[in-house]
């Protein structure tokens, strides 16, 4: 089993930016990558970003590339989520998640372990 909590939520301006932090506990050894979901109200879940947790190997959503960068630090077994010139749109509940064998990591179906979801609100 893998715990993950997220932390770093809240309420921030269009244009501004916001570090979302997910820590994992428990058997991380088995852990293949790291990824960061979506989900706003009524809509589906997103795939955001991910991270090898091992090679460091990152992947982007097209629409977050170049605002959004994931990082990692193996020694705290954290993962973090920079949100800079954040949109109205982007609201939503941002969930870390663990995947514990190579696969599609764009699809939620990949990971094994979902953390308890971070709210983001972005007001214009």
């Known amino acids: 089993q893998v715990q993950l909590v997220e932390s770093g939520g809240g309420l921030v301006q269009a244009g501004g930016s916001l570090r979302l932090s997910c820590v994992a506990s428990g058997r991380t050894f088995s852990t293949d990558a790291i990824g960061w979901f979506r989900q706003a109200l009524g809509k589906e879940r997103e795939f955001v970003t991910a991270?090898?947790?091992?090679?460091?190997?990152?992947y982007y959503a097209e629409s977050v590339k170049g605002r959004l960068t994931i990082s990692r630090d193996t020694a705290k077994k954290t993962v973090y989520l920079q949100m800079n010139r954040l949109k109205p749109e982007e609201k939503a509940v941002y969930y870390c998640a663990a995947s514990s064998s190579p696969g599609a990591l764009r699809y939620h179906g990949s990971y094994d372990y979902w953390g308890q979801g971070a709210q983001v609100t972005v007001s214009s």
């Open positions: 991270i090898k947790w091992s090679a460091g190997t990152k």
